[in-house]
Each structure stands twice: as C-alpha cells, then as structure tokens.
C-alpha cells in the first residue's frame, strides 16, 4: 500500500534569536505532525515560543532568528533547506497564516478584493480579471461572509473586527493551501465572535482537509477545536498527546497548574488562581528542568538534568522525571 505523505512534520525544531543582550534560546526540540483534516494546537503563556514556531512553518522569521536544528516538512519537503524563491512558491500555496489582528493583515489602502485577486492571483497564476473575482467570491462566501459583493468592493476599515478576520481566512484559503497556521486568531473578539470563528475553522478544517496548526493560550478555546494539544513551557515541549486525555488526565505539573487557573462558571473562587514565578530568562536557561523554580512537586535531580520526552500512554507524552524513560 502506498504510503500517504503528512501535510506537516515537524521534527526536533531549535531556534535561538539573536540580540544585543544575548541568545535567546526561544525554541528546543520540539516535534510534532498534524495529519490530513486535523487541528493540533500548541498551548503555552506568552514567550513559550508559539509563535515563533508558527513563523517558522510559514518561512516568515524575523532577521535576527536562526533555525539551529531540525526539520520542517511541507507534503514531505524540508522547506529550511529551501532558497527564498523556492520558499516563495510554497508559502501561501501549500502553508498559510492567519494572525490574532486581523487589521494588520490587510493594506488600508486596497479592497479586500483587491487584496484577495493579487494573492489569487501571484499563487495560481491566474491572470483573467473575470475569473480572479469569481475565485475571490467564492473564498468570501466560503468563510460565511454575507452579501461578499460589498465585501468584496469595502476598504478593510469598512468591515467590524469579526468581518475583517473572516476576510483574513478568505485570503488564507482562497489558495487551496493544505495547511493553515492559525496564531491566535480569536484573541481580538468578543466571545460571540470568538465562537463563530473557532466553528469556521473546524468547519473548513473538515470540508477543505486542512491540517491545521492552532496557536493559544486558551485552554478553553483549545478543548473546543484541537484534536491533539502541544503544551510549551520556555520554548520545550512538556506535554503532547489526545486532547481529552491532556485536558482530563494531565501528567505535567504544568499543565495541571495551566487547567487550574481556568475560571470556572460552576466554581465560586475569591481570587483567580495563579502559577506563582516567570518564565526563566531564555538567555540562561537552569541547567535542570525548565519548570524546577516554579514546580511544587520538583525531585532532587530536577535541579540537575532536564527531562526526557516519554511515552507514558500511547500518544500521550511528558517531559517529567516523575515519568522515567524505562528503556
């Protein structure tokens, strides 16, 4: 039987940014891969590294970002070992992104007609003005935008916030790419609109076949449309497995610290719980586990040497020295 390529492969992923204060050790190690029609989402406070792992997969790092090691497989070519051109033609056609400010997506001086026809156009080569609005139509109507006549011929300016990001998927799917980076695309919107977004991507995810690479720190939001759950800690992965037996059974202190600190409708609190301590300084990481100063169930030797990445259940793994590599 012939053996089917997944969209998107991620093995072993370092990046370090350079700055004049030193070398920000922003991403170590982290591997996954999100099948065909699937959402895996990467969870993690601000700084953790999401979103740079994000850039990474579309090719759009800052200048002072360097990939140390690792792979990144697009349909099964390493696209770091890529030139610009060549990085040029998979960008937007076979990976797109959609960022948490829908705004500045999109030039104010253009209509999202516009915007969309050159994207259609420089991706798929199509030149004829007729079809290039039909295709740019048909994305509007796709994300569930109504009347996309006008919103075809509005200034982004002229459409609500919830308007302007499903306009932004438009761009990111009109494409037909086979992945879609979504880096927190509802942070921005209120909770009504958060919903209808979240719905929309796992409504295209599934009728498109899009893998789908969900960036939050919204545990709620990632219960809602991930199928399986990274969670970052200081640029590692801590824990990686099915989303219900993350969520339900978490094996990490900090992920279960991370589930703690959701409010709660049906639990009255006094204060809203908090991990206690930052994120370490990424210049100087400790020479043990990353999470040792803030966990309360740290072992002798979590001061010393950082955890492997273990299979405890099948799918489900943990960086924690509770779980011992036993092979």
């Given at each position: 039987?012939?053996?089917?390529?997944?969209?998107?492969?991620?093995?072993?992923?370092?990046?370090?940014?350079?700055?004049?204060?030193?070398?920000?050790?922003?991403?170590?190690?982290?591997?996954?891969?999100?099948?065909?029609?699937?959402?895996?989402?990467?969870?993690?406070?601000?700084?953790?590294?999401?979103?740079?792992?994000?850039?990474?997969?579309?090719?759009?790092?800052?200048?002072?970002?360097?990939?140390?090691?690792?792979?990144?497989?697009?349909?099964?070519?390493?696209?770091?070992?890529?030139?610009?051109?060549?990085?040029?033609?998979?960008?937007?056609?076979?990976?797109?992104?959609?960022?948490?400010?829908?705004?500045?997506?999109?030039?104010?001086?253009?209509?999202?007609?516009?915007?969309?026809?050159?994207?259609?156009?420089?991706?798929?080569?199509?030149?004829?003005?007729?079809?290039?609005?039909?295709?740019?139509?048909?994305?509007?109507?796709?994300?569930?935008?109504?009347?996309?006549?006008?919103?075809?011929?509005?200034?982004?300016?002229?459409?609500?916030?919830?308007?302007?990001?499903?306009?932004?998927?438009?761009?990111?799917?009109?494409?037909?790419?086979?992945?879609?980076?979504?880096?927190?695309?509802?942070?921005?919107?209120?909770?009504?609109?958060?919903?209808?977004?979240?719905?929309?991507?796992?409504?295209?995810?599934?009728?498109?076949?899009?893998?789908?690479?969900?960036?939050?720190?919204?545990?709620?939001?990632?219960?809602?449309?991930?199928?399986?759950?990274?969670?970052?800690?200081?640029?590692?992965t801590v824990e990686f497995g099915p989303v219900d037996e993350v969520?339900?059974?978490?094996?990490?202190?900090?992920?279960?610290?991370?589930?703690?600190?959701?409010?709660?409708?049906?639990?009255?609190?006094?204060?809203?719980?908090?991990?206690?301590?930052?994120?370490?300084?990424?210049?100087?990481?400790?020479?043990?586990?990353?999470?040792?100063?803030?966990?309360?169930?740290?072992?002798?030797?979590?001061?010393?040497?950082?955890?492997?990445?273990?299979?405890?259940?099948?799918?489900?793994?943990?960086?924690?020295?509770?779980?011992?590599?036993?092979?």
């Open positions: 039987m012939m053996s089917v390529t997944k969209p998107l492969v991620v093995e072993n992923l370092t990046i370090h940014y350079y700055t004049l204060e030193g070398i920000v050790k922003a991403v170590r190690n982290v591997s996954f891969s999100v099948e065909r029609g699937e959402s895996v989402c990467l969870v993690g406070e601000s700084g953790s590294g999401k979103s740079t792992i994000g850039l990474a997969i579309v090719g759009a790092l800052p200048a002072n970002a360097r990939i140390i090691s690792g792979k990144i497989l697009v349909s099964g070519v390493n696209v770091l070992e890529l030139d610009q051109k060549e990085l040029e033609k998979i960008r937007g056609k076979e990976v797109s992104i959609i960022f948490q400010d829908p705004a500045a997506s999109f030039n104010p001086l253009f209509t999202i007609g516009q915007i969309l026809s050159d994207v259609i156009k420089h991706k798929l080569g199509i030149d004829d003005k007729e079809k290039l609005k039909k295709k740019a139509l048909e994305a509007l109507r796709i994300v569930g935008l109504p009347d996309p006549e006008r919103v075809y011929n509005s200034y982004p300016h002229e459409l609500s916030g919830g308007m302007l990001q499903r306009a932004a998927i438009a761009v990111a799917v009109s494409t037909n790419p086979k992945i879609l980076v979504a880096d927190e695309p509802t942070t921005m919107l209120d909770v009504t609109l958060q919903a209808q977004i979240l719905d929309l991507l796992q409504d295209l995810r599934k009728k498109l076949g899009l893998a789908l690479v969900f960036i939050t720190h919204n545990l709620g939001v990632a219960a809602t449309i991930c199928d399986r759950i990274l969670v970052i800690y200081a640029g590692s969520l339900l059974n978490p094996l990490h202190p900090y992920t279960r610290k991370l589930i703690e600190c959701v409010p709660r409708s049906s639990v009255r609190v006094g204060r809203l719980k908090y991990i206690p301590g930052s994120l370490p300084d990424l210049r100087k990481l400790p020479p043990g586990c990353v999470f040792e100063p803030r966990c309360e169930e740290a072992l002798e030797i979590c001061k010393m040497k950082p955890p492997e990445l273990v299979e405890v259940k099948p799918g489900h793994f943990v960086a924690c020295h509770k779980y011992p590599n036993k092979r």
